[in-house]
């Protein structure tokens, strides 16, 4: 199965400690931040690449597939074509793939932009050719790609593009590992310079080859800031998260990749009484961050401004690459336990990708007078499963619902009908992401139906012997979900 159109987005980044050193087997500490690429992908009959990144002045680039990596690439079409190619490479397909770019934050301030759009392009071929990568297939083939553009890097942007949140990461993937922290109490302050990284990173290995010993000793000493500063985090102890942060700051200086301007923002604020701040990102220019108490950070943020800085609003911790859909990633959906007694409430993005949360979801069967079960084709804005085929209809229990009420919403929302239901069976369903609280209800109804375009792609009744003969021979595909219910009910 082919998606024909997909929109992928993935958060920026900021180095939090340990820059430079990463590049050469040692830690670093990263956050994704709220600012995302985005990617809309649309699969083409001809055998091309086009590409329109506005962002980066490249506007109907057109290659055919069997020519990418070849000739002279435009600078902001180069992570693209590579991330395509490589691709290709690995997991063939025939058809073409029409790429459009948007970023909601400029290329300018260090980010992460590029590796942002590498890992939204590889995401959204992996989807739409049902290749379904790893998020470890995925960093490995993303950070391959950068490798080729640029030679050297450690991998860490890359690493919170696809797995957000705050991250512990050493050279190449070796570890990522998460940081849980609630928040950071961030300021983000830009130059207005911007930073060349591949220029920089090779500055720095010229300096390693001339003074070994020197840079390997300031590396060593950034390792063990970066360790405590991962330990402070997890205690929430931010004064000295601050504190490190200047050391790590002194060490950078000692590389000689900060400047006039960055000093000049950090000591803004220093001034007006930040816990700590420093460069981050590969230095010259781009950002400096900040750590200070909510009592301080207006101050501070002036204190950046007055210095010539641009506050940039960001919120770290951001959730890694995501197909974006229609459904409310900030639904709150209720939370029990096996007895299904409540503990909680969660957020559907957080009950779609921890599988200890087991939330409440509702399901119905409807027949017609024939004996013909309804089944759904799921749209392919859906967060999960997209393009698959459901029960008649189906759907999560919000905060302040209940099963009843939820069942006959979904009922209404996906097919523009209601009826009489008799509960069936209620049962847990566990999957690799999510565990769910299922109760099948059962009603009669022979329509007419008015599906939602947004919900639901398309409606049809099934002989129950016609449903299983083409399961078999995968004429249809159904979701887990679907397969797990008519399991139950004893359908299947």
């Not at 700051?249 to 930040?274: C, H, M, P, T």
Request: hydrophobic fraction near 40%; include cysteine.
């Amino acid at each position: 199965m082919m998606n024909k159109k997909l929109t992928v987005s993935a958060p920026g980044k900021l180095m939090l400690l340990g820059e430079h050193a990463v590049v050469y087997d040692r830690p670093c500490l990263v956050t994704a931040v709220s600012q995302r690429m985005r990617v809309m992908t649309e699969l083409i009959n001809e055998p091309t690449l086009l590409l329109d990144a506005p962002d980066v002045n490249v506007v109907g680039y057109k290659k055919l597939l069997s020519e990418l990596g070849k000739g002279e690439i435009p600078k902001g079409a180069q992570f693209v074509e590579i991330a395509v190619k490589n691709f290709l490479d690995k997991y063939p397909f025939k058809q073409g793939i029409n790429i459009t770019t948007q970023s909601e934050f400029s290329s300018q301030f260090g980010f992460g932009s590029s590796s942002a759009s590498i890992v939204c392009v590889l995401k959204a071929l992996s989807e739409a050719t049902n290749s379904k990568l790893t998020n470890e297939q995925l960093f490995d083939l993303a950070y391959k790609t950068v490798l080729d553009i640029q030679g050297k890097g450690s991998g860490f942007d890359v690493a919170a593009a696809i797995f957000g949140g705050t991250l512990y990461f050493t050279t190449g993937g070796r570890i990522i590992e998460p940081v849980n922290t609630a928040d950071i109490p961030l300021i983000v302050g830009y130059t207005g310079i911007k930073a060349d990284t591949k220029t920089m990173i090779f500055e720095i290995e010229e300096k390693k080859k001339t003074y070994p010993e020197k840079i390997n000793r300031i590396y060593d000493a950034i390792a063990k800031i970066t360790e405590e500063a991962r330990q402070k985090i997890l205690e929430g102890d931010w004064k000295r998260v601050g504190k490190l942060m200047d050391f790590n700051q002194e060490y950078l200086r000692d590389l000689g990749v900060s400047s006039e301007k960055l000093e000049a923002l950090i000591s803004a604020a220093k001034r007006a009484d930040a816990w700590g701040a420093k460069l981050s990102g590969a230095g010259r220019g781009d950002c400096m961050i900040a750590l200070a108490s909510s009592e301080k950070r207006n101050a501070v943020s002036n204190a950046i401004k007055k210095a010539g800085g641009e506050v940039v609003p960001v919120t770290p911790n951001a959730p890694g690459v995501r197909v974006e859909t229609t459904d409310n990633q900030d639904e709150v959906f209720v939370v029990v336990d096996r007895d299904d007694n409540v503990l909680g409430y969660k957020t559907r993005w957080e009950c779609h990708h921890d599988p200890s949360l087991i939330h409440r979801t509702v399901g119905a069967l409807i027949f017609n007078d024939k004996g013909q079960l309804l089944l759904q084709k799921r749209s392919m804005t859906k967060d999960m499963e997209a393009g698959l085929w459901g029960i008649s209809a189906a759907g999560h229990v919000t905060r302040g619902q209940t099963d009843e009420e939820a069942v006959h919403l979904e009922l209404q929302e996906e097919l523009g009908v209601d009826m009489p239901l008799t509960f069936w069976k209620k049962f847990i369903s566990e999957e690799p992401d999510e565990t769910e609280r299922d109760v099948a209800y059962k009603g009669m109804s022979n329509g007419p139906f008015h599906p939602n375009a947004e919900e639901v792609a398309e409606v049809r009744f099934f002989e129950i012997c016609e449903l299983k003969l083409h399961i078999a021979s995968r004429r249809i595909q159904l979701t887990e979900g679907a397969i797990k219910t008519l399991q139950e009910v004893k359908i299947l």
